[in-house]
């Protein structure tokens, strides 16, 4: 459904971010995005949403693909009229406007006015809590309310894909539960299509299909995401676990080997 | 009770709401502006007293009624400031606030010079058909064009609130001001919505230039209207749409007592900058002014 193709994209017309990232995400599945912090995640989703164009970068090759339309000149809200809606790290509500208004924000593109009403209606059943505080400015929700509403916000353009960066980022692990059980639901619901960036590798690949790992701007590994969670180096890497019976010593040499092999 | 002159009084306070709710239309295409784009725009006072040569050329060169003269000066100012943000603030975007400042204040010069050199340096009328008899309402005197800008004024302010409010456009303005990128990441056309900011900016500057140029007269001094939007927007608070009605108010009636009671004391003009001393108090007490935002932060 969306298929980035060997795209690079720099900043400023000097910075080199992504030297050639490949992915495909299929439709209907949840397609996780891992790496560590700086490795590329965020900027590859803005390349897909036309973001970039914002912060002075651009897709200097290749070519973003979605439903056979290119996308990698479109301006924002153009990629959002075609059914792709990012939502932002750190739960970036409009914090002056109600949760109610942040919802009727969310369908600014949508053509079908009449029904923007149900929608959000819709949206309070999903998540009961934000019903409640329909009236109170959504900069004083907690954090989980707001990380609920910012789904929300996104489903209300009625996308076919949504881009969701680091949801569980800052959360307690129970609401990071609750948030990832509404995304298995919106895919198995709704058959929506996600493509899922994560710092927590474990958490996404329970619920991904599919997953790739960035780093330094470069895609290094790939498959399904029970073979990655087999993966003896992203368990290390990234899930924390050390093979069973190894001695410390020597794992930290062929660790920094391993390591640099794929950074290089 | 008091032995003070309560009729005067009353009266100065009626005077002061009503100049100062005309003060508030123009504040608030300062606000729209800075809140939407976060652009201050210095040359607000200049759009008046554009807008007001504006309908005074259409009535007296091409002689057409008061009407059509003011609906030209409205659509007119939509047209300049749409092609402002088109032509100077569109490619300033991103670059430091004070390139900003700069353009807009030397655009005020600009404009001055260019309506003396349009429409002379006489003073102009716009003969809008209202009366000149005083209404007496109780123990009120009011001047009947003063009935009628506050009017226009208020109903202008009221159905722009509800529009800012309610609908679909309003909340997508909202979300705009709030945060741009979020916004553009929300399918909301931001470029668009700076258009539409300044075309509304446009519209509130023509009303003003109507209304106080049929009070005034029209000409260079018109542009000072734009000076008291200041004290005004301090007061209220910069980006609130309903601190610029309050501050209008307050400074209306501010001025209107320091004229009645001060002036007679020392000689006169202390209305002119007594609103001056009260934004500087208040920038000093509460610098967010009374319905000014202040950050929403959670701990």
């Known amino acids: 459904m969306l298929a980035l193709n060997n795209i690079e994209v720099v900043y400023d017309n000097a910075i080199l971010v992504l030297r050639g990232v490949s992915l495909a995400a299929k439709a209907g599945q949840i397609t996780a995005l891992l790496g560590a912090n700086g490795a590329g995640k965020t900027t590859t989703l803005k390349a897909i949403s036309g973001l970039l164009h914002s912060e002075r970068g651009e897709v200097t090759k290749g070519s973003v693909e979605f439903a056979g339309e290119r996308l990698d000149r479109l301006p924002p809200h153009q990629v959002v009229e075609r059914g792709i809606v990012q939502v932002f790290e750190g739960r970036r509500v409009f914090a002056n406007l109600t949760v109610a208004e942040n919802l009727t924000a969310g369908a600014h593109t949508r053509r079908d006015r009449g029904t923007v009403k149900d929608s959000i209606d819709r949206i309070f059943e999903m998540f009961p809590a934000l019903a409640e505080r329909h009236n109170q400015a959504a900069g004083y929700l907690s954090g989980g309310e707001q990380q609920m509403l910012v789904i929300g916000r996104a489903l209300m353009s009625n996308p076919k894909m949504v881009l969701l960066d680091e949801p569980s980022l800052g959360l307690a692990p129970q609401l990071i539960e609750e948030i990832f059980a509404v995304i298995r639901r919106l895919k198995e619901e709704r058959h929506l299509t996600v493509l899922l960036v994560e710092q927590n590798a474990t958490l996404a690949l329970t619920i991904a299909d599919h997953g790739y790992v960035m780093e330094n701007g470069r895609i290094v590994l790939e498959g399904p995401a029970a073979a990655l969670q087999q993966n003896s180096d992203i368990k290390e890497f990234y899930l924390g676990l050390n093979e069973a019976g190894a001695r410390k010593s020597y794992r930290e040499v062929k660790h920094y080997r391993r390591r640099k092999r794929w950074l290089g | ?299």
């Open chain 2, 1 to 299: 009770m008091l032995d003070l002159p309560w009729r005067f009084i009353a009266i100065l306070l009626a005077n002061g709401l009503l100049v100062g709710s005309m003060y508030a239309l123009v504040a608030l295409g300062f606000v729209l502006i800075y809140k939407a784009t976060d652009a201050i725009n210095f040359a607000q006072g200049e759009f008046v007293m554009f807008a007001g040569f504006l309908a005074a050329g259409a009535t007296h060169l091409a002689g057409f009624p008061w009407w059509i003269s003011a609906l030209l000066a409205v659509l007119g100012m939509v047209v300049f400031a749409f092609g402002l943000e088109r032509v100077v603030l569109r490619p300033l975007l991103g670059r430091p606030i004070i390139a900003v400042i700069m353009a807009t204040l030397g655009l005020g010069f600009v404009l001055r010079g260019v309506a003396t050199l349009a429409f002379g340096g006489g003073t102009q009328t716009i003969p809008l058909p209202v009366g000149d008899e005083p209404v007496l309402l109780g123990p009120l005197i009011l001047p009947p064009i003063q009935l009628v800008g506050a009017g226009v004024s208020l109903a202008f302010l009221c159905g722009f609130g509800w529009f800012f409010l309610k609908s679909r456009i309003g909340v997508a303005m909202r979300a705009v001001a709030d945060s741009q990128q979020v916004a553009m990441a929300m399918g909301i056309n931001v470029r668009r919505y700076f258009a539409l900011a300044w075309a509304l900016a446009g519209v509130v500057s023509a009303l003003g230039g109507v209304l106080w140029g049929a009070m005034l007269g029209v000409d260079n001094q018109l542009a000072l209207v734009g000076l008291k939007v200041f004290p005004v927007m301090i007061l209220g608070g910069l980006d609130s749409i309903l601190g610029a009605v309050v501050g209008g108010l307050i400074v209306g009636v501010v001025e209107s007592l320091s004229a009645g009671f001060l002036d007679p004391l020392v000689g006169g003009g202390t209305k002119d900058f007594i609103p001056y001393l009260l934004m500087i108090a208040v920038l000093m007490v509460r610098p967010e002014g009374i319905f000014g935002r202040r950050r929403i932060e959670r701990v």
